[in-house]
């Protein structure tokens, strides 16, 4: 208390402000302290050296910089010990601006949850809100301020390794899912003791790098811009996101760096964004590799002016700012605006009354060991599990079962489970990460044997293993085959060109498959992959993906059916990377294949159109069925709000879950519209034979579009809604007219 109160009184007395003045006014009487050389320093973020997730700038002078105020932000300090010695650095400068802390938190800080793409499977929005809120408190109490977090990039290239990051291919959920992610960040209010800034990115359409290869460029329309890649950014910051980072791609041949279209006119300027924006690693001097720069000058001065605020880790602003500004090419109004932008948050987050109010050991200890986090990623990671097929309803298990053979490369991994954007705690052991091993024995105990046999590797072509795994097989009574690509064969920097099932791992589903017995694979991703094969010949599949520190308790709740799966695909899984891009919510065409007809049609002649999984699927140990659609009126005004009905019941032998899904045509318009657009989803349990009647609003915003002009209009016309289990699964279809 009494480090507080000096440090309220040394704001006071340095800065000139009263504890009620204005954070603006505050903003603004600092700005006035401060020398060009301080402000450009606010502008600058450096990695620490133990922890970095890009090409680390190697400066032996960090430590006097920042005492000297010559760096704003870190990023990759880890630990309420670590956080606290270099504000300590930074109170020995001579304005004493404290630093801010960033760190790439995207699926949890200790505790650990699905990977986002996942998590988005759980179609959960308040599960998805509860895991930021718990990352966020973890991270805060270990002096973190700022994450790098959500991605909210829609994408709909799974060979892009970054899927794994974001919501999938589907802007209407993606934008549901960032605002609740940063809802479950930022928390009740910025400045909390459980809160840290969230950064929206990447700014703008990353996930559509050209052939699915980070970092490439993005080639599309206005229109496609602004109806498919950037709502789900409006979305995040109309749940108050502090910041955005821009991404490293071209956008039409501008560097997104340096865009002044997407950062000044739309974010700051449209949008009236509050908030600062900060580049991806080092990608101010990477315009020059773009041929966009012809030197770090040049990029800085491109940036600045563009928008960007905030230099990460290239030295560009650092190195070139000053001299801009005497040459009068950057003005001193624009630095301060940036600048300014970057206070308001340091303020906003109460560093000034207190710089060290995020580096607490106690309460960071109290926040690693909360069982009450653990319980929620048990649940959350058993809500992400897609079940592709249960053809012979051999699960769930039994828990009478006498043997069951465990095989396969990801049986016993601990770290892996983390997936890929894991925070490196290297302090902590990994005792805590349940391994799919032991989640197994966890649930059965001394029930049943619970044999094992690796197989094979993950990428080995050798298949040595598969004659143990053949033995271990024989001896049970069921076989569980936990199979996929590496926990680093996706994210960022991971783009693979094709995403079939790599090694020899089918091989040995192969050779499993002819000992007769009953076979449950489970797939462990970052992506959709391709395993037709497996697909077709396999009764019964889950897609695990990655699932964080709890997987190996979930996936035997769903195995064992503790838990009913209850996951939807928020990405479509393709036949063959030849169909990729691939999506639900298409154009039709001029000649539209209907029913597979290949002549003259847009079709392919050795695949169908469709894929192999659908966006949206997923399957229940239970069923349930779906009747009385009934709309309150067939012909609705533009201001008007049609209610739509539909009653659902739970017709299996078990409770469960299912994810309502409502999808709209337009079936006519001044542009050409998708077949089909998700505009509501609603997820509900039911008990056994228990039915529950919903309602869905459609109103004027759900049925409006970026005309040829790119105004947002509706338009009257004739309308088809959709009720169904997933996109390719409608189970009730109505029409309705719009009216002038």
């Known amino acids: 208390m009494k480090r507080i109160i000096m440090s309220m009184v040394l704001a006071t007395s340095l800065f000139g402000f009263s504890q009620t003045t204005t954070v603006d006014a505050r903003v603004a009487a600092l700005l006035k302290k401060m020398t060009l050389e301080e402000k450009i320093g606010q502008l600058n973020q450096y990695s620490g050296d133990n922890t970095i997730t890009g090409p680390l700038t190697i400066n032996p002078n960090k430590q006097e910089e920042i005492k000297t105020g010559k760096i704003g932000s870190m990023l990759n300090i880890i630990g309420s010990q670590y956080t606290r010695q270099y504000q300590e650095l930074a109170m020995q400068s001579r304005l004493k601006i404290p630093l801010l802390f960033g760190l790439d938190v995207i699926h949890g800080y200790k505790t650990t949850f699905p990977l986002p793409l996942a998590e988005a499977a759980s179609w959960d929005l308040k599960a998805m809100e509860l895991s930021a809120r718990i990352a966020a408190t973890e991270a805060a109490a270990s002096g973190i301020h700022w994450t790098?977090?959500?991605?909210?990039?829609?994408?709909?290239?799974?060979?892009?390794?970054?899927?794994?990051e974001g919501a999938g291919e589907d802007t209407y959920l993606g934008s549901k899912i960032a605002y609740a992610r940063v809802k479950g960040f930022q928390g009740v209010h910025l400045g909390d003791l459980n809160s840290v800034m969230a950064c929206v990115k990447h700014f703008a359409a990353y996930g559509a790098a050209v052939g699915g290869r980070d970092y490439n460029s993005v080639d599309m329309s206005s229109r496609m811009l602004w109806e498919t890649y950037l709502p789900p950014f409006k979305a995040a910051l109309d749940a108050g996101a502090a910041t955005f980072m821009?991404?490293?791609?071209?956008?039409?041949?501008?560097?997104?760096?340096?865009?002044?279209?997407?950062?000044?006119?739309?974010?700051?300027?449209?949008?009236?964004?509050?908030?600062?924006?900060?580049?991806?690693?080092?990608?101010?001097?990477?315009?020059?590799?773009?041929?966009?720069?012809?030197?770090?000058?040049?990029?800085?001065?491109?940036?600045?002016?563009?928008?960007?605020?905030?230099?990460?880790?290239?030295?560009?602003?650092?190195?070139?700012?000053?001299?801009?500004?005497?040459?009068?090419?950057?003005?001193?109004?624009?630095?301060?605006?940036?600048?300014?932008?970057?206070?308001?948050?340091?303020?906003?987050?109460?560093?000034?009354?207190?710089?060290?109010?995020?580096?607490?050991?106690?309460?960071?200890?109290?926040?690693?060991?909360?069982?009450?986090?653990?319980?929620?990623?048990?649940?959350?990671?058993?809500?992400?599990?897609?079940?592709?097929?249960?053809?012979?309803?051999?699960?769930?298990?039994?828990?009478?079962?006498?043997?069951?053979?465990?095989?396969?490369?990801?049986?016993?991994?601990?770290?892996?489970?983390?997936?890929?954007?894991?925070?490196?705690?290297?302090?902590?052991?990994?005792?805590?990460?349940?391994?799919?091993?032991?989640?197994?024995?966890?649930?059965?105990?001394?029930?049943?044997?619970?044999?094992?046999?690796?197989?094979?590797?993950?990428?080995?072509?050798?298949?040595?293993?598969?004659?143990?795994?053949?033995?271990?097989?024989?001896?049970?009574?069921?076989?569980?085959?936990?199979?996929?690509?590496?926990?680093?064969?996706?994210?960022?920097?991971?783009?693979?060109?094709?995403?079939?099932?790599?090694?020899?791992?089918?091989?040995?589903?192969?050779?499993?498959?002819?000992?007769?017995?009953?076979?449950?694979?489970?797939?462990?991703?970052?992506?959709?992959?391709?395993?037709?094969?497996?697909?077709?010949?396999?009764?019964?599949?889950?897609?695990?993906?990655?699932?964080?520190?709890?997987?190996?308790?979930?996936?035997?709740?769903?195995?064992?059916?503790?838990?009913?799966?209850?996951?939807?695909?928020?990405?479509?899984?393709?036949?063959?990377?030849?169909?990729?891009?691939?999506?639900?919510?298409?154009?039709?065409?001029?000649?539209?294949?209907?029913?597979?007809?290949?002549?003259?049609?847009?079709?392919?002649?050795?695949?169908?159109?469709?894929?192999?999984?659908?966006?949206?699927?997923?399957?229940?140990?239970?069923?349930?069925?779906?009747?009385?659609?009934?709309?309150?009126?067939?012909?609705?005004?533009?201001?008007?709000?049609?209610?739509?009905?539909?009653?659902?019941?739970?017709?299996?032998n078990y409770d469960g879950a299912e994810v309502v899904q409502l999808y709209l045509q337009d079936k006519f318009g001044s542009v050409v519209r998708p077949i089909l657009e998700l505009r509501d989803f609603q997820k509900i349990q039911l008990g056994k034979g228990e039915s529950k009647e919903l309602h869905f609003s459609i109103d004027k915003e759900k049925l409006s579009f970026y005309d040829k002009d790119l105004h947002w209009v509706s338009e009257p016309g004739e309308f088809k809604v959709m009720i169904g289990s997933s996109s390719a699964d409608i189970r009730l279809t109505s029409d309705f007219q719009m009216v002038p």
């Open 148 to 164: 790098f977090a959500p991605m909210v990039d829609i994408s709909r290239d799974p060979r892009w390794g970054r899927v794994m």
């Open 246 to 652: 821009n991404s490293f791609n071209d956008i039409n041949g501008i560097p997104a760096t340096a865009n002044a279209y997407i950062q000044r006119d739309i974010l700051k300027g449209k949008w009236k964004f509050q908030g600062f924006v900060v580049s991806d690693w080092g990608s101010i001097g990477e315009m020059i590799a773009h041929g966009y720069c012809h030197d770090g000058k040049e990029a800085a001065e491109k940036a600045i002016l563009a928008g960007n605020d905030m230099d990460m880790e290239s030295n560009a602003y650092r190195n070139n700012l000053a001299q801009l500004v005497k040459e009068k090419k950057v003005s001193m109004s624009v630095v301060d605006e940036a600048v300014s932008r970057i206070l308001r948050k340091k303020f906003e987050l109460g560093l000034f009354e207190d710089p060290y109010r995020y580096c607490n050991k106690e309460r960071q200890e109290a926040a690693l060991n909360n069982p009450e986090h653990t319980k929620a990623a048990r649940e959350i990671a058993s809500k992400s599990i897609v079940l592709l097929k249960n053809e012979k309803n051999i699960l769930p298990l039994s828990k009478e079962v006498k043997t069951i053979a465990f095989i396969g490369p990801m049986v016993k991994l601990k770290r892996a489970n983390h997936g890929f954007w894991a925070v490196d705690l290297k302090e902590i052991d990994s005792t805590y990460i349940v391994s799919q091993w032991d989640g197994l024995l966890n649930k059965v105990g001394n029930n049943s044997k619970v044999l094992y046999a690796k197989g094979c590797g993950v990428e080995d072509t050798s298949k040595a293993g598969f004659q143990e795994a053949i033995d271990v097989a024989n001896q049970s009574d069921v076989v569980v085959v936990s199979i996929g690509e590496r926990w680093n064969m996706s994210g960022e920097a991971k783009s693979r060109s094709t995403i079939h099932l790599p090694g020899v791992q089918e091989e040995l589903l192969k050779e499993l498959q002819k000992t007769g017995k009953p076979i449950v694979v489970l797939i462990n991703a970052g992506r959709p992959l391709i395993f037709n094969w497996t697909a077709d010949t396999m009764p019964t599949i889950l897609y695990t993906w990655w699932l964080g520190s709890e997987a190996g308790n979930a996936i035997a709740d769903v195995l064992f059916g503790d838990y009913n799966p209850s996951g939807k695909l928020p990405m479509s899984f393709p036949r063959e990377e030849g169909q990729i891009p691939i999506y639900y919510n298409h154009f039709s065409t001029g000649r539209p294949s209907i029913n597979e007809d290949k002549i003259y049609k847009s079709a392919y002649i050795d695949l169908p159109n469709s894929p192999k999984f659908p966006f949206g699927y997923g399957l229940s140990y239970t069923h349930f069925a779906y009747t009385d659609l009934k709309l309150s009126t067939s012909k609705m005004k533009q201001n008007d709000v049609l209610d739509v009905s539909v009653t659902i019941s739970n017709t299996g």
